[in-house]
């Protein structure tokens, strides 16, 4: 009886407007609003805040959302389960990843294997991609650091070493690398707090005692190239996140010790889902892990 009422409101929680539920779920913004009018008038509720640029849920509004969450997802298992003899012939897959570097090569390989399956691949900082994985916006993920959690299935990808990089116009463009002690006598174009880059690299100039001077704070990595382009600062990055930019040069920092490992991470009750099932498979190259079990992969064929 209250099912496309409560559709509604779980699509208008979800993005965040009424405008972008009523985009996602191809109907007009006059309905998604009378559907969420009527779900709250019957129970004399209130499920949001309105405000003039956004809606927030209200207290009420976020248990609720907590319950449609489960139950769309089920109903996202159910429809998948009636749906095996497709074979995997459509279906979609959503991921998220700190670095699209690391997951770039997989998705290519995945959609080689089952072309019928759309992917669709977001990048966040680490937080908001584990936040997304909880929160069932993603099916898998792609990590630097993931939390001892018994509910996740984890798999090692690669481990790579941080890199500076400069302006092809900047002195030091002419080197190779450099130490971080130099690297903290130019000022410094820092990723966001929450950016797994910039929290490993406070930690090791902390480690050697070094005070540093920030230019400026990126909340995107391509944010942070076009600063380091106009001069603003030195950015430092994985090196497989450096890419290829002829305004730019990766140095190496000799003396750092840290390495970021990536990890394809997913929830392990998400695994009974064929399409992560079928990318992990061709993640792993040997099938699915046994509880608990990371197995690592050659980089080079990423």
Not at 118 to 133: I, K, P, Q, T, W
Not at 208 to 232: K, Q, T, W
Request: proline share 4%.
């Amino acid at each position: 009886m209250y099912h496309s009422q409560l559709r509604s409101f779980h699509a208008v929680a979800v993005h965040g407007g009424f405008s972008n539920a009523a985009r996602e779920l191809n109907l007009s913004q006059p309905t998604i609003s009378d559907q969420v009018r009527k779900l709250e008038d019957w129970f004399n509720v209130r499920l949001f805040e309105r405000r003039k640029r956004s809606v927030v849920p209200t207290e009420l509004g976020a248990r609720l959302f907590e319950i449609t969450r489960r139950m769309f997802e089920l109903e996202n298992e159910a429809v998948e389960l009636l749906s095996e003899s497709h074979a995997l012939r459509t279906g979609s897959l959503r991921v998220a990843a700190d670095g699209a570097p690391h997951l770039v090569g997989l998705v290519g390989r995945f959609r080689k294997a089952y072309p019928g399956i759309s992917v669709s691949l977001s990048v966040a900082n680490g937080d908001e991609v584990f936040a997304r994985l909880l929160n069932f916006e993603a099916d898998v993920v792609v990590l630097a650091e993931v939390p001892e959690d018994e509910r996740l299935e984890t798999f090692t990808l690669r481990t790579d070493p941080l890199v500076a990089f400069v302006s092809t116009e900047h002195p030091w463009a002419s080197r190779s690398g450099i130490t971080l002690r130099e690297l903290t006598t130019e000022p410094i174009v820092m990723r966001e707090r929450g950016s797994l880059t910039r929290a490993t690299l406070e930690d090791e100039l902390q480690r050697l005692g070094c005070s540093y001077e920030i230019a400026m704070e990126a909340d995107r990595r391509e944010v942070a190239r076009e600063a380091v382009a106009a001069g603003i600062g030195i950015g430092v990055v994985l090196r497989p996140e450096f890419g290829f930019d002829t305004r730019l040069k990766a140095l190496e920092l000799i003396d750092c010790e840290r390495q970021l490992t990536e990890s394809l991470v997913c929830l392990k009750e998400r695994l009974q889902l064929r399409t992560v099932a079928a990318f992990w498979e061709i993640a792993t190259g040997s099938g699915l892990p046994e509880a608990g079990e990371a197995r690592p992969v050659d980089a080079a064929s990423l």
